[in-house]
């Protein structure tokens, strides 16, 4: 809508001068002409309309009507609001909100003001209200429709209730909205041209084409061309409220604030840095490799073995129904702190697994926010894992790329261990390096999840073989297993979080300190261990993730691992299993 000055518009000082000597209780209005009881005639620059939901309503351009009715206009740029003043009250009209604001609060109304063709429009009941002047329209007006969006499957075609398959988000400053469902909610019939690679669209003997890969709208024989294409958002074809707009002829209104959508990211404009890397003293041993005092495994994929890691995710994906289906690779410490003579390349690996994810895959970047928390204690110097706070990073990626949130680090207690000594001593015992890593403790923080967790471990797919209980963070164990109990077969957790959704992380055991952050957003927390399955290590314990998913009603599927996992030929050969 255009920017309208502060003060008010030069018509003002006309309609004091049809106004200051006279009352006007009633005003006549005609589709092209508004007529008051002192027969003087204003014209319209736009037309009314009808406006039907549960009632229908009837709209008036708010400045054509301003003259007759003395109505003082202007616009507040803080408010994003129409300054109405009328007889020393002054009302504040928010754009497609059922709200008017006064200086003695709101006023909640039945119908909203609707911007239509960069016009504000009232209904004569809230211009009644304003005023206390009574509309009388004596025309046949046409009839406007008009989409109402929330924040969830939720939306109202002209004041109707639908419910569509999948939320709206916000990308790039635009509204996105799921084409298919809310299209026909609005009684199109759909289909799709393989040869445009377009959405068909037909209603009322008109077709319409939605071009995946182009930013083109037809409607008919018009073409409207954006400077923006349609997204896809887990399988479903996204488009803007404008693009909507465009096929359906309904203006849409959107209440409340929306998810923010991240675009799938590949990591193609991922970088190292080396700003980190470690330099002094070099020790070898048991496959560790210890800088100075710092403790690292320079490990890394081939092209090859990422690529094979990418279709195994893509095939277990494919065999999964009704899920969310997430990839998430994590970097390990060499990746950031190896010496540059000793980088591993790390970053390679992941990006071509990245690259190679269908479009039933999400692929979660978490090596950019690790990066930028490079410099703080984000991977453990004496064991192989990350810390809880490192996971802490990547988890806040992931559940705010699904347009979720956590609160920040510091809100969480903090249960600190400073005589903490890890994997690595083990790994490397009777090398010097194994002795500088067993005489260097270091921190283990363990952060509590913010809500109650209940926590069982099972041996079993069909969770009929109970094991034993564990506790999400346990603060009175001083190694890396205080994270869940360690690599259980399955282990689930029930929690108090306010939310009715669930997960499953098909996980080593980097996932277990991911997995105490996910109990903050997710009322069921399922963490499996392919490596306790299917053949793997000669445990032929059977798990079918599918059946799983049905039977423990899962809403989000997570598959987080690091590097060695995807240059194991026995770690996704067990992943595999599980479709």
Excluded at 49 to 58: M, Q
Excluded at 160 to 186: G, Q, W
Excluded at 372 to 398: C, L, P, V
Aim: aromatic residues 14%.
């Amino acid at each position: 809508m255009k920017k309208r000055m502060l003060i008010a518009i030069s018509a003002i000082m006309l309609c004091f001068m049809y106004t200051s000597a006279y009352a006007v209780e009633s005003l006549e209005i005609y589709a092209d002409r508004a007529v008051s009881e002192l027969k003087r005639e204003f014209m319209f620059t736009s037309s009314p309309f009808i406006y039907a939901s549960d009632e229908k309503y009837e709209y008036i351009p708010i400045d054509d009507i301003a003259p007759a009715l003395g109505l003082s206009l202007g616009w507040d740029l803080s408010r994003h609001a129409e300054i109405c003043i009328f007889d020393d009250t002054t009302y504040y009209l928010y754009p497609n909100k059922n709200e008017i604001e006064t200086e003695n609060g709101f006023i909640w109304t039945s119908t909203p003001c609707i911007i239509k063709d960069d016009k504000l429009y009232v209904s004569k009941d809230n211009i009644e209200l304003m005023t206390g002047v009574s509309i009388n329209v004596k025309s046949e007006l046409e009839e406007y429709g008009i989409i109402e969006t929330l924040n969830s499957t939720k939306i109202y075609i002209n004041g109707i209730e639908k419910t569509i398959d999948a939320k709206p988000y916000m990308y790039d400053l635009r509204l996105y909205i799921p084409a298919n469902s809310v299209l026909t909610a609005c009684g199109y019939t759909l289909g799709w041209d393989s040869q445009k690679n377009a959405v068909i669209a037909y209603k009322d003997g008109v077709y319409s084409y939605i071009y995946m890969n182009e930013g083109r709208v037809s409607v008919g024989s018009l073409d409207t061309i954006f400077s923006y294409t349609p997204i896809n958002i887990k399988g479903t074809m996204y488009i803007s409220s404008e693009m909507l707009e465009k096929v359906t002829g309904y203006s849409v209104i959107s209440h409340g604030e929306y998810s923010e959508y991240k675009k799938r990211d590949t990591m193609s404009s991922t970088t190292r840095t080396d700003s980190y890397r470690l330099s002094g003293n070099v020790y070898k041993g048991g496959g560790v490799t210890v800088v100075n005092k710092f403790g690292m495994e320079l490990v890394s994929a081939s092209s090859s073995e990422a690529i094979k890691y990418a279709g195994v995710i893509n095939a277990v994906a494919d065999s999964l129904s009704d899920v969310n289906v997430y990839n998430i690779l994590v970097p390990t410490a060499a990746e950031f702190y190896a010496p540059l003579e000793m980088y591993p390349n790390q970053l390679a690996g992941i990006r071509t697994v990245y690259e190679n994810l269908s479009d039933k895959v999400t692929p979660v970047n978490v090596y950019d926010t690790l990066k930028a928390h490079a410099n703080e204690k984000i991977y453990f110097s004496t064991d192989h894992h990350w810390t809880q706070r490192g996971a802490y990073y990547a988890y806040k990626e992931f559940i705010e790329l699904k347009g979720g949130e956590i609160e920040p680090l510091s809100a969480f207690t903090n249960y600190p261990s400073y005589n903490f000594v890890g994997s690595f001593a083990g790994f490397a015992r009777g090398t010097t390096a194994g002795n500088i890593l067993k005489g260097s403790p270091e921190l283990l923080e363990r952060f509590m999840p913010k809500y109650a967790t209940v926590g069982t471990v099972f041996s079993d797919c069909a969770v009929q073989r109970p094991q034993y209980t564990v506790k999400a963070v346990n603060t009175s164990n001083n190694s890396y297993s205080c994270f869940i109990g360690g690599d259980g077969p399955v282990t689930i957790f029930y929690t108090d979080a306010p939310s009715d959704e669930s997960i499953v992380i098909i996980k080593e055991s980097f996932g277990n300190a991911f997995a105490t952050w996910a109990m903050n957003n997710y009322k069921k927390v399922c963490v499996v261990d392919p490596r306790k399955f299917n053949g793997f290590g000669g445990n032929n314990n059977y798990f079918n993730l599918d059946s799983f998913c049905k039977r423990m009603d899962i809403d989000d599927v997570a598959f987080i691992n690091y590097p060695v996992v995807v240059a194991s030929s026995g770690i996704r050969s067990a992943i595999l299993s599980m479709r």
